[in-house]
């Protein structure tokens, strides 16, 4: 394992000095064989502390950037944070099979976008809900730019801050390193599991298990960029509720199959959670995917 692990200690060095946090490990960090420190199993390879410490900081700044825009932001709580990822692409309150079934990935099939929602908390929203319509439109632009659904939770979420805009960016510009906002960052946990052997052969095994439907992919995310490309595509930028004739059609068809793929996705996915599970034990000591 010292050998496998050896090629990916650069990775995990440049992680640890990026982090606008102490570097110094807590108490409970585990160790590699060659005694450097884990990557923390947050966004970004932070731990927990370093993970709470950039929140709250970039929270505040979003505060006072909208302040001095005129407009009252509160700043947001981690454990709202913590809470995204379990509505992102799912529901707490169904399994996963059961979300599939309905939603798909949530991309073409419903117009609503929990996860923004409790990443916003419900103070921002009730500070947005009693706005104007056209205060609306400007608290939107102040503070998300020009993509409302890049809001700083899901972004950090998603481990990609090229889309924020607004005082969002100028938070995150002010908090994160270089490095971590180029989109193109690996977090050092991720290279860690998906390193693996066992993992490496199950997501092969994914890809063979797609394939036998014809769904020729590299990755889920890949699956993902796809149908995000196609409805953006079709609506335009409109409601989809507003859609009618071919489009609507278009819409109907584009959902149907986006829930179909989901599903094989689901099916496929059984061996590569497996293998995750089990190399995350060995390295982390328990599970830490959501």
């Given at each position: 394992?010292?050998?496998?692990?050896?090629?990916l200690?650069?990775?995990?060095?440049?992680?640890?000095?990026?982090?606008?946090?102490?570097?110094?490990?807590?108490?409970?960090?585990?160790?590699?064989?060659?005694?450097?420190?884990?990557?923390?199993?947050?966004?970004?390879?932070l731990?927990?502390?370093?993970?709470?410490?950039n929140?709250?900081?970039?929270?505040?700044?979003?505060?006072?950037?909208m302040?001095?825009?005129?407009?009252e932001y509160?700043?947001?709580?981690?454990?709202?944070f913590?809470?995204?990822?379990?509505?992102l692409?799912?529901?707490?309150?169904?399994?996963?099979?059961?979300?599939?079934?309905?939603?798909?990935?949530g991309?073409?099939?419903?117009?609503?976008?929990?996860?923004?929602?409790?990443?916003l908390?419900?103070?921002?929203l009730?500070?947005?809900?009693?706005?104007?319509?056209?205060?609306?439109?400007?608290?939107?632009r102040?503070?998300?730019?020009?993509?409302?659904?890049?809001?700083?939770?899901?972004?950090?979420?998603?481990?990609?801050?090229?889309?924020?805009?607004?005082?969002?960016?100028?938070?995150?510009?002010?908090?994160?390193?270089?490095?971590?906002?180029?989109?193109?960052?690996?977090?050092?946990?991720?290279?860690?599991v998906?390193?693996?052997?066992?993992?490496?052969?199950?997501?092969?095994?994914?890809?063979?298990?797609?394939?036998e439907?014809?769904?020729?992919?590299?990755?889920?995310?890949?699956?993902?960029?796809?149908?995000?490309?196609?409805?953006?595509?079709?609506?335009?930028?409109?409601?989809?509720?507003?859609?009618?004739?071919?489009?609507?059609?278009?819409?109907?068809?584009?959902?149907?199959?986006?829930?179909?793929?989901a599903?094989?996705?689901?099916?496929c996915?059984a061996?590569?959670?497996?293998?995750?599970?089990?190399?995350?034990?060995?390295?982390?000591?328990?599970?830490?995917s959501?």
């Amino acid at each position: 394992m010292t050998t496998r692990l050896g090629s990916l200690l650069l990775a995990i060095t440049v992680i640890t000095a990026a982090c606008t946090s102490s570097s110094s490990p807590e108490p409970s960090a585990r160790e590699l064989s060659g005694g450097e420190t884990l990557p923390g199993v947050q966004a970004f390879g932070l731990t927990d502390a370093e993970f709470a410490k950039n929140v709250e900081t970039t929270e505040k700044l979003i505060s006072s950037c909208m302040a001095e825009a005129g407009f009252e932001y509160v700043p947001v709580d981690v454990t709202a944070f913590l809470a995204v990822e379990d509505w992102l692409r799912a529901d707490p309150a169904m399994t996963r099979q059961e979300f599939k079934e309905r939603w798909g990935y949530g991309i073409s099939t419903r117009s609503d976008f929990p996860a923004r929602d409790v990443g916003l908390g419900p103070q921002n929203l009730r500070i947005y809900d009693e706005l104007a319509p056209a205060d609306q439109v400007a608290y939107d632009r102040t503070l998300f730019g020009e993509d409302t659904d890049a809001t700083f939770a899901i972004t950090i979420d998603d481990e990609d801050f090229t889309s924020t805009g607004g005082c969002t960016k100028i938070a995150i510009d002010e908090v994160f390193p270089e490095q971590m906002k180029t989109g193109t960052f690996v977090n050092p946990k991720d290279i860690l599991v998906e390193s693996d052997p066992r993992v490496v052969a199950s997501l092969q095994e994914w890809s063979d298990c797609m394939a036998e439907n014809d769904y020729e992919y590299v990755d889920q995310d890949e699956i993902i960029e796809e149908y995000e490309e196609q409805f953006d595509i079709l609506t335009e930028g409109e409601d989809p509720e507003d859609l009618t004739g071919p489009r609507l059609e278009a819409l109907q068809e584009l959902q149907v199959s986006e829930i179909a793929v989901a599903l094989k996705d689901l099916e496929c996915q059984a061996p590569v959670d497996e293998a995750v599970r089990i190399v995350e034990i060995e390295i982390f000591g328990a599970p830490v995917s959501g």
